[in-house]
């Protein structure tokens, strides 16, 4: 059994930063490995959908990440494979930003996020 786990969030000022984490963990010996799974983050803002953040997966032996146009040059992801952690960077945070962020990860993969972290607030101040 495996889980996501998403931390970091909170009220911070306009302008500001905050990074997010987001940990795969299990409950049984069997080795997860989030480095061979697409990741990503999205968001839900109050009184709106879900939508798309960012994500990071492999291709080969390299790394792509792709990102909405709304958070483009602002946000970067990244993981530590080692650590089973996936990471979201948000600079020169808007209140527009406000919203519910959450991980999901790609397992079987198929091209869906077939599994999901609660979710963690975060709230952008003006």
């Known amino acids: 059994q495996v889980q996501l786990v998403e931390s970091g969030g909170g009220l911070v000022q306009a302008g500001g930063s905050v990074r997010l984490s987001c940990v795969a963990s299990g409950f049984t010996f069997t080795s997860f490995r989030l480095g061979s799974f697409r990741m990503g983050w999205f968001r839900q803002a109050p009184g709106k959908a879900r939508e798309f953040v960012t994500a990071?997966?492999?291709?080969?032996?390299?790394?792509?990440?792709s990102y909405a146009d709304s958070v483009k040059g602002r946000f970067a992801i990244s993981r530590d494979n080692a650590n089973n952690t996936v990471y979201l960077q948000m600079n020169g945070l808007k209140p527009e930003d406000t919203a519910v962020y959450y991980c999901a990860a790609d397992l079987v993969p198929d091209g869906r996020y077939d599994l999901w972290g609660q979710g963690t607030q975060v709230t952008v101040s003006s």
């Open positions: 990071i997966w492999k291709d080969g032996s390299s790394y792509y990440a």
